[in-house]
């Protein structure tokens, strides 16, 4: 299918993104207008210690007016390289280190308004090795064990979508003992 872009303005540029009303031409050749949410991409992280406990972070989401079990995630710097952000974020928000990050999976997470595409990364030999947190984040380290994890994603208990998305890529890696 063909859309063709016929105008592009941004509308709002903030820290983490900008929104752009943008009129594009459609396949049956109307017009129309859609509000896109421009974004640098973002990483998701799965840290599983030796004792097999994955590493999750709670906060308070503002938006959501709640606190959720999510996975370790940040966004992109302008052109930074993901597996960079893997490491750094990592290290931010939960204090350790891996010596392995393997990509498990890149997609988009709400392609219906927004271009943010997520890499997902499974880390593993953890190590201790703190960066100083975001000043505007509030983080509590939570160990679950991988079984639980899963357990409580499919009880509706992990309600963030990354997570969940991310919790799906690294099933093979994760259960693969299961029969």
Do not use: C, W
Request: charged share 25%; net charge negative; glycine share 6%.
């Amino acid at each position: 299918m063909s859309f063709e872009i016929v105008n592009r303005q941004s509308i709002f540029q903030g820290r983490v993104f900008t929104v752009e009303r943008v009129q594009v031409t459609l396949p049956n050749q109307k017009q129309a207008s859609y509000e896109i949410v421009s974004h640098h991409g973002a990483v998701t992280i799965i840290p599983v210690d030796e004792q097999g406990m994955i590493l999750f972070v709670r906060q308070y989401r503002l938006p959501a007016g709640e606190d959720l079990l999510e996975l370790p995630a940040g966004t992109l710097e302008d052109n930074e390289d993901p597996l960079y952000a893997a490491g750094r974020e990592i290290r931010e928000e939960t204090g350790m280190a891996a010596a392995e990050l393997r990509e498990l999976g890149q997609y988009y997470l709400a392609p219906g308004y927004s271009t943010e595409f997520m890499h997902t990364y499974l880390a593993t030999g953890l190590s201790n090795s703190p960066l100083d947190a975001d000043e505007d984040e509030f983080l509590d380290l939570v160990k679950i064990p991988i079984r639980e994890a899963y357990r409580m994603a499919h009880a509706g208990e992990i309600r963030d979508s990354k997570t969940l998305a991310s919790l799906f890529l690294a099933e093979p890696y994760l259960l693969k003992n299961d029969a």
